[in-house]
């Protein structure tokens, strides 16, 4: 497997960010596609992991603060969880905000998946809220 990164002017890229963010945020989770896509899109950098030519797992980085990389848009297609893919993906896009100048990683996370966060080193810092109506919690890591 291998990943991409650009931004939405890298269109080929972008498309296969949006295929696999579409078919879980959208269709597995039922998060409204004007949540999905939004505001932050142009003002990010977009990561695709691909096996072969087929995206599988997509994120996007952007810039909250100085020294602040907040993560966001992390998903997986179903076949290829736990396999590997979302550290790849969690791997790659911290790597991507440390050569930016990121000191700190921020995302919100799933509850669901905050075990999977909390083995790559970050810790929670928040009670549970909603947001496109699933529960999540914020999580932050040092980068450095």
Known sequence: MNIAIGTTQ??????DALRVRRLVFIEEQNVPE??????FEDD???????DGQTPVGAGRLR????GVGKIERICVLPSYRGRGAGRMVMEAIEQLAKTKGAKTAKLNAQT???PFYQKLGYTTVSGVFMDAGIPHVTMVKSLE
């Open 112 to 114: 669901h998946a905050e």
């Open 63 to 66: 810039f909250i603060d100085e």
């Open 10 to 15: 890298d269109r080929a890229l972008y498309e």
């Open 44 to 50: 990010s950098f977009h990561l695709v992991l691909y």
């Open 34 to 39: 004007d949540e999905e896509i939004d505001a």
